[in-house]
């Protein structure tokens, strides 16, 4: 694993921020970028005990971290553009 990566936070009105992972690219395109990119389920408020999203199977966060965890522990993987894995939040309202 001798990628240089750097994770960032996304930050948003609401309290559940976007997570962003970079992966640097090696090659003659490594200052283009190719981003995938799945949401994350919502956090638990509180307020009303709701997360709207909750239900949700977070099977596209559970793909995009397997791909991540598959690519980075690739033995020959040399991304020529460089990656970004996103996880996206979305709203969490305390007035919900």
Do not use: C
Not at 16 to 35: A, F, L
Not at 36 to 57: F, K, Q, V, W
Not at 88 to 94: E, I, K, M, R, W
């Amino acid at each position: 694993m001798n990628h240089q990566q750097e994770v960032t936070f996304f930050n948003h009105t609401w309290l559940q921020p976007s997570v962003i992972t970079r992966v640097k690219g090696t090659g003659p395109n490594e200052n283009e970028i190719v981003i995938l990119g799945a949401h994350e389920d919502s956090i638990y408020n509180g307020a009303r005990g709701r997360a709207p999203g909750a239900d949700d199977d977070g099977s596209g966060t559970a793909t995009l971290m397997e791909v991540f965890r598959v690519l980075m522990h690739s033995k020959d993987f040399r991304p020529k553009r460089t990656l970004e894995f996103h996880t996206y939040a979305g709203t969490v309202s305390l007035a919900m």
